[in-house]
């Protein structure tokens, strides 16, 4: 029989109406063997996330200020699912050692993990499956990283001894014990640990979208769903902004080759978009580029120097300088005597005239200049045409309107294209690429 295993997303399961959506995806089909649950997500506008207001309870905590109105959120969400589903989860005990525990020092990660811990203890008892408590399966090393192969074998083993599980995302266990949770949006990779242990056909990753979409909607109008994409693809739209998906989690499956399907648990018949380690031919997409994807908040750092070309190494001692200011580049280009570095607004945060004094003493640079409030826009695809062809209708759309690309990367494996361009006019670029790449279609 196949396995699958799947994971349910915050607003998949932030309530007893939720749940019960839950529940019929997982009686749906037999191979539905493992589950990974997230905290409660918001259940409507403005409404909080769980883990959210666990973060807050803990800076209350490290300031020493009273937190009971916010923990008081977090126990009438729990307990409210358990009583409108009619569950005998124990949840008054497990929040009243949970509160035992502010007295005693607690780490961050412990308290903000409490969420996904609750949770799939409410659903294992819903589904009638058993709860594993991802601390005693998850494991990060000495170094803090996540121990991908201890893991792997301790939790295979686990699995096999359960015909079913739920097991929380999020976190897992440090070599001293401590709790300790991946970053945000963690649970995506937790779910693509599980299918690897599992050795699973699929990865189902249900959440609140019926799929990558291929443009931002706040740019284009009802942009196309992604029906296939590939492992590399994939990468590349989540590092560029796209957040369906964990950036990281594509890592244990793809060890594996497993793929991933993105549903949608409000829409269980729509199809999602399919991710697997190489794209199959009737993929071939007649859309020509698989998706676009792009952030702000970038700077661009502009240095000349007349003689830059014949001092060897002066580029890479300029990076150097960079590094030592903790500056990291995105992207770099470089022409006879001068180089243009694009590295992460945040990086430059209250040094900026620390790095422009610095390269300007070091370097004496004829020019030096920082453009703030640049965007990075991605354009990837790896089975769709050349690298070549995109760039020139990249290009093309982008001056039709008279846009200005600020620097212009190729990439180095054909998948994608990437310009920068100011952050104003970001919008409209990423709808005009898209026109220009979908209008083909017909
Ligand atoms: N609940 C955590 C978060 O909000 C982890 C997750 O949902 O994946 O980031």
Request: hydrophobic share 35%; glycine share 6%; aromatic share 10%.
């Amino acid at each position: 029989m196949q396995i699958k295993v799947l994971k349910f997303g915050g607003t998949s399961l932030s309530s007893a109406e939720q749940f019960k959506k839950v529940k019929r995806i997982v009686e749906a089909e037999e191979e539905r063997k493992y589950v990974v649950a997230s905290a409660p997500g918001a259940r409507f506008k403005n409404d909080d996330k769980v883990t959210d207001i666990l973060y807050r309870c803990y800076d209350l905590l490290s300031e020493n200020r009273d937190l009971n109105d916010e923990f008081s959120k977090i126990e009438k969400r729990f307990l409210e699912i358990e009583k409108d589903l009619q569950l005998k989860a124990n949840m008054s005990e497990e929040l009243y050692k949970i509160r035992n525990m502010f007295s005693k020092n607690i780490k961050k990660d412990y308290l903000a993990s409490r969420g996904e811990y609750l949770n799939s203890i409410l659903l294992a008892k819903y589904l009638g499956y058993d709860f594993i408590d991802a601390s005693e399966v998850i494991f990060f090393d000495k170094y803090h990283k996540f121990d991908s192969e201890k893991t792997n074998t301790i939790l295979s083993d686990v699995l096999k001894k359960h015909k079913n599980a739920v097991i929380p995302g999020f976190y897992g266990i440090e070599v001293n014990g401590d709790i300790k949770t991946f970053s945000r949006g963690g649970s995506d990779i937790t779910g693509s640990i599980v299918a690897r242990a599992a050795n699973a056909d699929i990865y189902e990753n249900w959440t609140d979208v019926s799929g990558f979409l291929m443009a931002d909607p706040r740019c284009v109008e009802r942009p196309k769903i992604i029906n296939e994409l590939t492992y590399n693809e994939l990468r590349e739209l989540s590092y560029r902004g796209a957040t369906v998906l964990h950036e990281d989690a594509v890592f244990p499956v793809k060890t594996a080759r497993i793929p991933i399907n993105i549903r949608n648990t409000n829409k269980p018949d729509d199809r999602g978009t399919i991710i697997t380690p190489f794209s199959s031919i009737n993929s071939r997409r007649k859309t020509v580029i698989t998706g676009i994807a792009g952030k702000k908040g970038y700077y661009l750092l502009y240095i000349k120097k007349s003689s830059m070309n014949s001092e060897k190494g002066l580029k890479e001692s300029i990076l150097s300088c960079l590094r030592e200011n903790e500056v990291y580049f995105e992207h770099i280009s470089s022409s006879t005597d001068a180089i243009t570095v694009i590295a992460k607004q945040e990086d430059f945060e209250g040094k900026k005239a620390k790095i422009l004094n610095d390269i300007y003493c070091n370097f004496s640079p004829e020019i030096i200049i920082i453009e703030e409030n640049i965007a990075l826009i991605a354009v990837v695809s790896e089975s769709g045409c050349k690298g070549e062809e995109i760039l020139y209708k990249v290009l093309k759309s982008i001056l039709e309107i008279s846009l200005k690309t600020n620097i212009i990367d190729k990439g180095s494996n054909d998948s994608s294209i990437i310009i920068g361009i100011k952050e104003v006019d970001y919008e409209k670029a990423i709808n005009v690429i898209y026109r220009e790449f979908i209008k083909e279609k017909k």
